[in-house]
């Protein structure tokens, strides 16, 4: 016969309290400070966003930079997974970091650690951990830079499309109201694209025309809540065809009617686009610039 004695002070048999206090998970833990990050930089030296095994990604440099400063980070996720060359200048991605940091010293610390590579963070506010970079997000804006003039391009290499041709900028304009709305964007879309479904509701596609150094300057700016793989630049690909007579504005409606990739217009290169913002219901980044100010 086993005796059991008990600690009348804590009301349990003396042989269990040990077990008990061993297999008992913790009454409390700490969560993980969430921030959010505003991150500026330049696509050209990396293979896109997302981190790659072989290859340098502004993802993976981020992170790393972030775990020289707390080992225990364990990622980062990002608003838009922006392709090879593309920019940003309006990126947003959140980490969980190990330690409580003031958002200055946080942005002064990792800005540290990004250099000599063309990424900044220029934007830190702390969130709450419901804050998602990617899910949360409501808008994703995008700039695309397209030049045309006979002469190579200098200052702008790799920042921009460069086109010889002139191009008709009301007959891009006419081009574009075909694709403004929710449509399905097959056309538009890349055959690798996984996205579960080719629908998309494009808000806005603007096209306004500036001065350059013997030729002009296009920007074609497009804001949806999300885009499908490469629908950016198949978009102003094939507006491209429109400005320069190959296409016909009304072409570009019958292309999307056709939801098939083989009609739609060539790919233009990624040089010329640009991340330049993200948009979230009550914007973390609002009072971002007053916050912290001191360290």
């Known amino acids: 016969m086993v005796s059991v004695h008990r600690d009348t002070r ?7 309290r040990g077990i008990l206090a061993k297999a008992a998970p ?9 921030y959010a990050l505003k991150i500026d930089y330049d696509g050209g030296p990396f293979s896109g966003w997302q981190r790659q095994n072989d290859q340098a990604s502004v993802q993976a440099t981020v992170e790393d930079a972030l775990r020289r400063l707390d080992p225990g980070m364990p990622g980062i996720a990002a608003a838009g997974r922006t392709d090879a060359g593309v920019h940003a200048t309006g990126q947003v991605a959140h980490a969980d970091m190990v330690r409580d940091w003031t958002p200055f010293r946080l942005t002064e610390a990792v800005n540290h650690h990004l250099r000599p590579h063309p990424i900044a963070v ?3 506010v702390r969130v709450d951990d419901r804050f998602h970079a990617r899910f949360s997000a409501t808008e994703r804006r995008y700039l695309f830079r397209l030049i045309a003039r006979r002469a190579p391009l200098t200052h ?16 891009m304009r006419e081009g574009a109201k075909h694709l403004i709305g929710r449509h399905d ?6 055959s690798q694209c996984q996205a579960p479904s080719p629908f998309k ?3 806005a596609l603007e096209i306004t025309e500036h001065p350059y150094p013997q030729g002009a300057e296009f920007r074609f700016f497009l804001c949806a809540r999300s885009f499908l793989h ?13 400005g320069s007579g190959g296409w016909q504005p009304a ?3 019958q292309a999307l009617a056709a939801r098939d990739r083989a009609a739609c217009g060539p790919v233009c290169p990624p040089q010329g686009l640009y991340l330049t913002g993200v948009a979230y219901p009550g914007d973390p980044f609002d009072d971002a610039s007053g916050e912290d100010a001191q360290g």
């Open 201 to 203: 509701t494009l808000d």
């Open 122 to 124: 220029v934007a830190c």
């Open 26 to 34: 913790p009454l409390y833990r700490r969560a993980m400070p969430r």
């Open 230 to 242: 490469n629908q950016v630049r198949s978009i102003v690909g094939t507006l491209e065809r429109v």
């Open 10 to 16: 804590r009301g349990a048999p003396r042989f269990a």
């Open 156 to 171: 702008d290499v790799g920042r921009a499309w460069h086109v010889r041709n002139a191009l008709d900028l009301t007959a």
């Open 251 to 253: 072409d570009v409606g």
């Open 185 to 190: 964007f097959t056309t538009f879309r890349a």
